[in-house]
C-alpha cells in the first residue's frame, strides 16, 4: 500500500488514519510501550494521549484492532472534558483495554504542585487507582502539559514515554491539530527511519473534515449539552424530593415564624418536635431494615407480600 500523502493527513479524518497505520504496519512493528522489543529491530511506539474525548478514543481503538494494531493510551484524571471515576467512561476504559490496547496514566505536573503534596505520592495514588479501576497493572506514564522540567524523568518503577531512549530516531506528535515537527512527518511518509514514536489525541481524528476552530467549538458545544443534563436531572431531584416538598410546604404555612419565638412553645411547635422525634425513630428503623442482613431480609418479605395484595386488589 502505497503512503498517504502530508496534504491527507493534514485533513486528520479517520479514514486518512487507517490509511497511515495500514501503510506504517508494512514497515513496522507497532507497538505499545509495555512490549518494545529488546532487540535492534525497526519499530513504532504509538502513543494517544486522551486530553479531551474518551468516546474518541474508543473509536480510535476499534480501528487499530481491526488493523491488528496495538497501542497505549494515556488517561488524564485532571481532564475538564471527562472524569475517569463516572461509569461510563470507567467502562469505555476497560472496552479499550479488552480490545488489546495498553492503558497508561497522563500525569499533569503543574495539577501536582497545586496540591501542595509530594508529586511522586500524588503519581502513585493516581495510578493505583487506574489500576484498580481497571484490574490491569500500569506500566507506563506520559506526561501533559508545558515541556519544562519532568520530575519523573529518570523514574525507574515506570517506563517514561518521554525518555530520550524512547525516541531514537523520530518523535512526532499531533498536538493542537498539526504536525510537530512537520519535516518529520514528510522523514516518516518517504524515508521510514529505524525507531520511531508516534503520538496522536484521539480528538484530533473525526469523520468529517473540519477546521481546527469547528471542532473546539464541537467539543465545547457537546460539553454544554452534558452540563444542560446535569442541570435537568438535579432540577427535577430538587422538585420531587418528598423532604423538599414538605420543606416548602412547612415555609409557606403562616405560623413558621414561630420557629423563632423566644417565648413559650406553641402548640404547632409541640407537635413539629413531637413530630421530629416520630421521623428519628422511623429514619433509625428503616436504616437497620435497609442496612442489616436481618432487616433486609424482613424488608423484602414485606414487599413481596405487599405485590401479592396489590395482586389480589386487581
Not at 49 to 61: G, N, R, Y
Not at 200 to 220: C, G, I, M, V, Y
Request: net charge neutral.
Amino acid at each position: 500500500m502505497r503512503a498517504p500523502t502530508a496534504k491527507e493527513l493534514t485533513d486528520f479524518t479517520l479514514k486518512s488514519y487507517t490509511n497511515l497505520m495500514q501503510y506504517l504496519s508494512q514497515i513496522y512493528k507497532i507497538v505499545p510501550f509495555c512490549e518494545i522489543p529488546q532487540k535492534e529491530i525497526s519499530y513504532l511506539i504509538l502513543r494517544h494521549d486522551i486530553d479531551i474525548s474518551l468516546p474518541a478514543a474508543l473509536k480510535m481503538a476499534q480501528i487499530e484492532r481491526d488493523l491488528g494494531i496495538k497501542s497505549t493510551y494515556f488517561v488524564l484524571f485532571s481532564s475538564k472534558f471527562y472524569n475517569v471515576l463516572e461509569g461510563n467512561n470507567t467502562e469505555i476504559l476497560k472496552e479499550i483495554s479488552k480490545l488489546g490496547h495498553e492503558i497508561g496514566l497522563h500525569y499533569h505536573p503543574a495539577q501536582y504542585q497545586s496540591y501542595n503534596r509530594i508529586p511522586k505520592k500524588t503519581l502513585e495514588i493516581e495510578i493505583q487507582l487506574l489500576e484498580h479501576l481497571l484490574n490491569r497493572k500500569v506500566h507506563s506514564i506520559a506526561r501533559h502539559g508545558p515541556w519544562d522540567r519532568d520530575p519523573f524523568a529518570a523514574i525507574k518503577e515506570y517506563v517514561n514515554a518521554n525518555h530520550p531512549r524512547l525516541r531514537r530516531d523520530v518523535f512526532i506528535h499531533d498536538s493542537g491539530r498539526a504536525w510537530i515537527p512537520l519535516r518529520n512527518l514528510f522523514k516518516l511518509l518517504n524515508n521510514p527511519p529505524g525507531r520511531v514514536q508516534l503520538l496522536t489525541h484521539p480528538e484530533n481524528w473525526q469523520e468529517d473534515k473540519l477546521s481546527r476552530e469547528a471542532l473546539l467549538d464541537r467539543f465545547f458545544q457537546n460539553l454544554q449539552k452534558e452540563i444542560l443534563t446535569w442541570k435537568e436531572c438535579e432540577e427535577k431531584a430538587w422538585l420531587t424530593d418528598p423532604l423538599v416538598l414538605e420543606y416548602d410546604v412547612l415555609v409557606g404555612k403562616k405560623d413558621f415564624m414561630e420557629f423563632d419565638s423566644g417565648g413559650s412553645k406553641s402548640d404547632s411547635m409541640l407537635k413539629s418536635e413531637f413530630r421530629q422525634e416520630l421521623d428519628y425513630y422511623d429514619t433509625l428503623f428503616r436504616w437497620y431494615m435497609i442496612n442489616t442482613s436481618l432487616g433486609w431480609r424482613v424488608h423484602q418479605m414485606f414487599d413481596k407480600i405487599r405485590s401479592i395484595l396489590e395482586h389480589k386488589r386487581r
